[in-house]
Structures are given as structure tokens and as C-alpha cells.
């Protein structure tokens, strides 16, 4: 059983910071492409930021600039500062991975999602 536990959600006024938190644990082989999703009231879930399991990262235009990914492999952790937070990326944000487990089985994973409220 894999689960992925994301953490570092909360309120922040606009102009703050926030550092949210991913960490993979259960019978893990690999973790491929990992990603943050984020899904405001009524909108789609949008991808935020992706990074590969060599480090190369990608991220949605409104946020380049301001958010950073960064993963470490050897703890199953993943990370995304955010700085100069908006109004606009309050969202409940997502970490998502497809994970080879040890049994030779591949499936993709969802966090259970972490609140972001940017809001004065």
C-alpha cells in the first residue's frame, strides 16, 4: 500500500510564503514524474509544477518565478515553495506521482490535498 501525505497547507496574506510538503511511504521500487495539481472552487484541476526523478522541473506560466519544486529521492519527498502568493492560487493543492511498487505493480497516486488560502 502506497500513500502519498501532503502537509503545509494554510492562510497567508497575499505577498507571503508557503511550503508544502509531500512525502511517498509504503512498498516503494520508484517514483517517476512527480507533480503538485492545485483545484480552486469551480475550476478545473490545473498542474502547477512537475519535476523528474533527474530533477528537471516545469511549471505552469502564472506561477514561473515564484514557485519551486524540489524533490529528494532518497526520502520520497517532494516540496514546492511559494513565494509572492496571490489571491488567485488559493486552491487546495495536490501531490501526485505514478510509483512502481516492489511487487511489480504500477499505478498512479493522489495526496490527499492540502488547503492554500491567500487571503488579507
Known amino acids: 500500500q502506497v500513500q502519498l501525505v501532503e502537509s503545509g497547507g494554510g492562510l497567508v496574506q497575499p505577498g507571503g510564503s508557503l511550503t508544502l510538503s509531500c512525502a511517498a511511504s509504503g512498498s516503494i521500487f520508484e517514483i517517476y514524474t512527480m507533480g503538485w495539481y492545485r483545484q480552486a472552487p469551480g475550476k478545473q484541476r490545473e498542474l502547477v509544477a512537475a519535476?523528474?526523478?533527474?530533477?528537471?522541473?516545469d511549471y505552469t506560466d502564472s506561477v514561473k518565478g515564484r514557485f519551486t519544486i524540489v524533490r529528494h529521492n532518497a526520502k520520497n519527498t517532494m516540496y514546492l515553495q511559494m513565494n509572492s502568493l496571490k489571491p488567485e492560487d488559493t486552491a487546495v493543492y495536490y501531490c501526485?506521482?505514478?510509483?512502481?511498487?516492489?511487487?511489480?505493480?504500477?499505478?498512479?497516486?493522489w495526496g490527499q490535498g492540502t488547503q492554500v488560502t491567500v487571503s488579507s
Open positions: 501526485n506521482a505514478p510509483i512502481a511498487t516492489n511487487d511489480g505493480m504500477e499505478d498512479d497516486y
Open positions: 519535476i523528474t526523478v533527474d530533477g528537471s522541473t
